[in-house]
């Protein structure tokens, strides 16, 4: 019987593969995929593959939900071609940067899956290695690691989620602020709280949930309203202190929703195109919300802030942390003003994904 260590482990390992661009196998109760990633992967003298796994998004951006193997929602779908994919058609496909320059690819038939759970599986590692979600599909390919479906349920239990050092951490926004970091054993991304003001788990304080952005927090960029939240965030917490209360600022380490800064970018580049942001991330076969809320609640617990007031104008998130516990007693609006390189991205946040935005 396999001990969550050792199924923590194989998900560790498996990442690691594939963004080394090494073959994974990927097993379930009805048997096994052996998948090699499309866009990492090493291209071996006579490798060719039959069949190529992609994501149900990415299977209707080429227009093949009509075909009953590819209308099941959200899930994968096996497909092959008139030849066998090679490694460059496999990643020419996967990619959607030239979709517009060559409208018709294909045709190509849906097949069924007898490894669901394990196609399932392999689309969610892709994302968490942010990597695009497509495989070349075969036997004989040199394997690096097997994993198994039901090992991602451990690897992203939140309880393996622990307190690892703390410090006092002057800000420019307050001076008196503590910031404390968050890692689990076999995932390397660390989070953090940055606590504001003097801690007083009888005040509920005043939270925000902030997904990495290296583009708006660091670089400043203009096409999201991240930087300017972030410092928005900072600055009402310090103004709280002044009142008798506190602040949370949770630094969580998902950048672009949770698809990795090389996919955002590259949903950028489908932005210029013409795309909105739910349209971008689904062309590129993954989801436009993917974020772990399981993460920041497990965060909220261990520094004891059990009752809050969320900074948030998205009522979802709302939702998703009350489902996980979190007694969200007030939502605070957190809207800045739009400036001319972000307001279709506001838009699509408000009229797609249900942000309450005047």
Known sequence: MTTPAAA???VARALDALRHGWAIRVTDAAGALDL???ETGFAQPGLYAAQMLISAARAATLKL?????????HAPVLIHAAEPFTLAKARDLADPAHDLASPLRGPFRASPIASLAGAEAAMELARLAGILPAFLVGSGIDVAETVAAAD???????LNLTIQARARLPVDACE???IIAFRARDDLREHVALIVGQQDNAVPPLVRLHSEC???DILGSLKCDCGPQLQAALAR???ETTQGGWGVLLYLRQEGRGIGLINKLRAYQLQDQGFDTVDANERLGLPSEARDFPVAARMLDLIGARQIRLMTNNPAKVAALEALGVTVLERVAHQLPANPHNARYLETKRDRTGHLLK
């Open 237 to 239: 917490m310090a103004a």
């Open 8 to 10: 923590t482990r194989r």
């Open 152 to 158: 991602l349920a451990q690897f992203k239990d939140p």
């Open 65 to 73: 939900a009509n075909q009953r193997h590819a209308a099941v929602p």
């Open 176 to 178: 008196e602020a503590e």
């Open 214 to 216: 290296l583009t708006g």
């Open 36 to 38: 090699l990633p499309a």
